[in-house]
């Protein structure tokens, strides 16, 4: 069991790292919780961004298991916490607790298909993406560098992911 962090209008992917603000009681609870015990937390995205107090069947059950690195509390009351996305998980069952939700989840695998197809559509998003990068400016060169190595679709899919999510 690991403690639920819902998530409004974001998702955050394995492997990529961000920084988010949290404002509801049960969040900041479920937050210090992972803190505190030095454990993972599932993040999963809400269902309608403008639902206050989720339950089970407001949140989608694909999320991802992700590790708390820094949490800092601000003056009105809010948090600002940076999280790292570890791997996908799919929730199994809702545990309400007083103060936040518990899930039971089982971790999924990622499913890798490095045939023909999937190579040239990989080829493709690189040069698409390094576009992208030459118009925005905002993405590192050392981004860019890493993802012209890459030959695995699942390694384009993260850096691409967690890079345009980030901005």
Known sequence: KLPLLPLRDVIVFPHMMMP???G???SINALEEA??????????????????????ADIYEIGTIA??????KLPDGTVRVLV???SRAKITSFHSENDFFRVDYEELEDVVDDGLEVKVLAKTV???FSNYAKLNRKIPAEILNGLQINESAKSI?????SNLTAK
């Open 84 to 86: 790292e996305g570890q």
């Open 126 to 128: 690189k040069e698409q």
């Open 20 to 22: 988010l603000f949290v």
């Open 35 to 56: 803190m505190n015990k030095k454990i993972d937390i599932v993040l999963a995205a809400q269902k309608e961004a403008k639902t206050n107090n989720p339950e089970s």
């Open 157 to 161: 899919s993260d850096v691409v992911a």
């Open 24 to 26: 509801r009681e049960k």
């Open 67 to 72: 590790n708390v690195m820094q949490l800092l």
